[in-house]
């Protein structure tokens, strides 16, 4: 087996879940990640914990909607319910076999079905749980890669030093939380907000690896100024390139769009949340060099921040409601990030590097 | 998808294991053999079922074993028996990805995992299940054939007329409880057996599948005479050909093979039970027309007949006991089954067939 996937299992159960002896662990793979749910259940009996391993894919999700009835759609699944009461530890891979499979679908259907299972979804989130990438051929597609060349990508972003790293982000969090404001400035942009009373959070890949930002959620209405996001996103399929915004009062007040103004303009207009920013963030995983459209990465590589509209998370103290919530990147490797008077981030540094 | 691989789904969702609305269903699967698990989710679905996909597969059951500790391996699955209590009905896709990845792992260790999951097999067991086999390279390497001729031969096996063929299997239990006794005759073959107070089990594609069987457990010391099983079987891991066994009073008293005899002196000299029958039984399944050296098809091939050295059923009424249960398989094409004075089959007909 490739060595690194090993060392990523590793990082999984050592320092993501921290499995110890008696944890009942659930692990949710693909056919696909059948390699990494291998080395996964290895750590986690070595750990001491007894793995359990659920075969999930996006064609078996398909074939759920196109057998049921809308009656059979709303039946509550016992069992799945009995197995997330009586887990400790969820690791989900993800690796999907074809990330269309769920494309046509009425989304009707989802919703019901997303209602059915929120009971459990909720459990779920209740309990440790970490979310990762395998590199499959149909993510190194997506990301305009060959599979070699996407495992390199993943594995450099995933096989770092968290210990490190996440003492650096908490560092930041401690820097940012002396202040009550936060300015991203640099090349077309100079935005501001107040972030008094909120909560920055450093994501040192316990739930999410991958991960690397230190998040907040700004005062909904103190917004001030204007921005340009450089790096291209996706939203429903379509990508969304070089977006720049204007804030009055926290509101968006004047927007464009290099590629796809149009979609732009529709989730501004999805509704009053989405006009507001849920999130300000600073990415700090250098391990990521290049964006692939795969917001799980993209919003961590180094050197940038990203900003959303739409709903907030109550962790930050956020109270922007939305019924989306859209990232948007920008590199600020000619930029700077201030807080009340401390420069935290100047054109590639940041502030415990200077 | 192979239309046959649908075929499949659907007579394991209605005939095997009759999914009704509201079942919690849960299938086990591999990655080889994701294809029938999506199939078969869609069919408990359409029959108002909820289905869960777990990942079985012998690398992850083996990394478990590497992994753990010997403190680890007692360590009771909690979760897993919250699964199975809340499960209706399951169904065992067997597809392996490899069948000798747990050939080295200690026996000591299987026994101890075994132990502590015994209840969980228990629960298993009472709740409705069926056992299937998906054709993978796997299994074709291990048949001797390329997947192609592998799929045809499984799904020869599998897509028949169950309705009809379980019909004729209960016809010939009755007919076989109207008699005491029971007579395999042909090629150095004539053994008899008591047959009174035991049951007769019509094997009908239910819990096996396939199947095509009518068996039961001959009273223990009533087995006399000789017998010569021309079909090779496997007795963990060698090929054992050409048995030669002689009866009295139940026991084994002279035995040869022509190819590992010291197999066969080994089997016999387990405990008491294995050199007693604990089983005999008509196979029934004209789909199947060769052996693979998988038990799963090759007892119930039709015009044969098997006998198993070792542990008896108690379904059958059966009192034998041993550690082993090893079937080995006889052509009956020029041979004759009778009971009493009634002739069951004769040099390829079946009575209902005369």
Known sequence: MDPRVEEHAKIIVEWSTEIKPGDMVTIAASPASHDLAVAVSKEVARAGGIPMVLMSSEEIARAFFDGASEETLKIFPKHEKSLTESTDVFIFIRSPVNIKALANVEPNKMLTVGKVRKEINDIRLSKRWCLTVHPCATLAQQANMSLDEYQDFVYNATLIDWKEESRMMYLMKEHLERHNDIRFVGPETDLYASTKGRI?????????????????????????????????????????????????????????????????????????????????????????????????????????????????YKDNNGTNTSAVHVDMIKTMIDGEIIAGDEVIYSKGKYFYEM
């Open 200 to 312: 920055w959070i450093a994501s040192d890949g316990k739930h999410n690896l991958p991960s690397g930002e230190v998040f907040t959620a700004p005062v909904e209405d103190t917004v001030e100024g204007k921005i340009y996001f450089d790096i291209p996103f996706l939203f429903q399929g379509k990508v969304i390139e070089g977006v720049r915004l204007t804030f009055e009062k926290g509101e968006v007040v004047d927007y464009s769009a290099e590629k796809s103004q149009d979609v732009l303009k529709k989730i501004l207009e999805i509704d009053e949340g989405s006009r507001r920013l849920g999130e300000m963030a600073i990415g700090t995983n250098r391990g990521i060099k290049q964006y692939t459209l795969n917001m799980l990465f993209d919003e961590k590589i180094g050197d940038t921040i990203h900003c959303a509209l739409g709903n907030a």
